[in-house]
């Protein structure tokens, strides 16, 4: 061939096989971080309807996500049992690439919530009765102070994980752990024991009580509960703090309740020589990324403010 020739077929992809590949193939298609959080929360929970729980959606929803993210890849995540979904060898082996790619994305989300303004949404992570009986009505006093942000109050018994932005803020009774997170102590929780007035007349020895259940049942509280009952019988358990406060009132017994849920509740009555030596630090936690919004740092100010100013109301 002639040096002429030569130039002119590399010069035409048509007459150069390599050229002629290049320009053929199909590109790849990117992946949407959206389909590998579908795949990372049904590796996490093992079942439709858990992953659908967390994402919010259904759970038809999150087997089409995942079935359209293997195809796309052209590997098999799951195997697919009647109970559990359970990742198979190429699942296991994207699992931990996958995870990386979650942190990036949740501190790209944190770092522009950080550039926020006053506008917007923060979502904070209470105890339920908590949220419901001591917060929000006071934060519905100070809503002047936070005019143009949404609060979104979520009440769960679970603590919120802030490294997935589950929530902006959340209020513990223990200090987190994650060395990540930031703490502010706000107020100590205060406990009494309480009853339905006719219990004062009976006597001690014939009372009853009411304790905790599941997780709680180690909480301070009801571990001194259980030594004051010591052999009398504690006729009734939850795991759920607003459930033991209706139980109380309705005359079950005896109970350990806080006294921002019992002291100003005209239905109770508080034991005389009941005092309870458990005090219970709260803590505000946040995540130093979100702590830089304009709006979170507004509403963890005034969450600090409200606390300070109602503390006698919690000891």
């Known amino acids: 061939m002639s040096s002429v020739a030569s130039a002119k077929s590399h010069e035409n992809p048509k007459n150069n096989p390599f050229i002629v590949q290049k320009f053929t193939e199909k590109p790849a298609q990117s992946l949407a971080w959206d389909d590998v959080r579908y795949f990372l929360e049904l590796a996490r929970q093992e079942t439709l309807s858990g992953a659908a729980r967390v994402l919010g959606v259904e759970h038809s929803t999150v087997a089409r996500r995942v079935t359209a993210l293997e195809a796309q890849l052209g590997l098999r995540l799951f195997e697919r049992l009647p109970k559990r979904w359970n990742l198979t060898t190429e699942g296991e082996q994207l699992l931990g690439p996958a995870q990386r790619i979650e942190d990036e994305a949740l501190a790209f989300s944190r770092a522009s919530l950080g550039m926020g303004s006053l506008q917007g949404t923060v979502r904070v992570s209470a105890p339920p009765a908590f949220a419901s ?183």
């Open 133 to 315: 009986h001591f917060i929000v009505p006071r934060l519905a006093a100070l809503h002047a102070r936070w005019a143009g942000i949404q609060i979104e109050m979520v009440g769960e018994a679970r603590e919120a994980d802030l490294l997935r932005r589950e929530a902006d803020l959340a209020l513990r009774l223990s200090r987190p752990e994650a060395p990540s997170l930031s703490a502010r102590p706000l107020a100590e929780l205060g406990y009494g024991l309480y009853a339905a007035p006719r219990w004062l007349a009976a006597p001690s020895e014939e009372w009853q009580f009411i304790g905790y259940e599941g997780s709680l049942r180690e909480t301070p509280q009801n571990q001194w509960l259980e030594q004051l009952a010591g052999t009398r019988p504690v006729v009734f358990r939850a795991n759920d703090v607003a459930a033991l406060h209706q139980a109380c009132r309705a005359g079950l017994g005896l109970a350990a309740l806080p006294h921002f849920l019992a002291r100003g509740d005209v239905a109770l009555a508080a034991v005389p020589d009941g005092a309870c030596p458990v005090r219970r630090p709260l803590w505000l936690a946040i995540h130093p990324d979100v702590r830089r919004s304009p709006r979170v740092k507004a509403i963890a100010d005034i969450l600090t403010d409200l606390f300070r100013e109602h503390a006698q109301a919690l000891g």
